[in-house]
């Protein structure tokens, strides 16, 4: 895929390459070029939000090379040979990730605003502690703020989702 800067009259333009949700892709940015304006407006990938702007609520969140970082103060140009995860590319083909699945069944959203960051910063924190105790999920995710469902069920659906991917491993292992 190749991407052109938005902006045709500015010069001082920048080529890079990046792989987004597994696809390699090339594009032409400006170097003041925000990366949550480069996945929504450009890319159309609009499940990032923006809310506070300055990297204090987590709406924003993905992954760049499986660490959350808040897009909303991150160049593109920092996403340069990384790769990147937004929510839509977590699921795989029509089925839901399994802390999306948690998410649907322990009714851990309401709005849903919040909820791709808070699903790809738990999926980054389950990469690193697959079975994290309650105080590591509640340490790792108090960067993204919810302002309708509360936080316990969301808890809870990343304790979910832990022993479902356990599950998973251990069942792949054995097999
Ligand atoms: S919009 Fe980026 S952290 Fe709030
Ligand atoms: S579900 Fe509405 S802000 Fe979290």
Not at 1 to 16: F, L, P, T
Not at 49 to 64: A, E, I, P, W, Y
Not at 84 to 110: C, K, M, N, R, Y
Request: with cysteine; glycine share 8%.
């Amino acid at each position: 895929m190749r991407v052109e800067s938005a902006d045709v009259y500015n010069s001082a333009q920048i080529q890079i390459r990046m792989i987004v949700n597994g696809q390699s892709m090339e594009a032409t940015i400006e170097p003041r070029e925000l990366l949550l304006d480069f996945l929504r407006d450009r890319l159309g990938l609009t499940g990032a939000k923006r809310s506070c702007d300055v990297q204090v609520c987590g709406t924003c969140t993905v992954l760049m090379d499986g660490r959350p970082v808040s897009a909303c103060c991150t160049l593109v140009y920092e996403a340069q040979n990384r790769e990147l995860l937004t929510i839509e590319g977590l699921a795989d083909g029509d089925e839901l990730h399994p802390l999306q699945q948690s998410f649907v069944e322990q009714s851990a959203l309401q709005c849903g605003f919040c909820t791709p960051g808070m699903i790809l910063t738990a999926n980054s924190l389950l990469e690193e502690i697959p079975n994290p105790t309650r105080q590591q999920i509640q340490h790792y995710l108090k960067g993204n703020l919810c302002r309708c469902t509360g936080y316990w069920s969301v808890l809870e659906a990343v304790e979910l989702a832990a022993r479902r991917l356990q599950a998973e491993g251990q069942s792949e292992g054995s097999a």
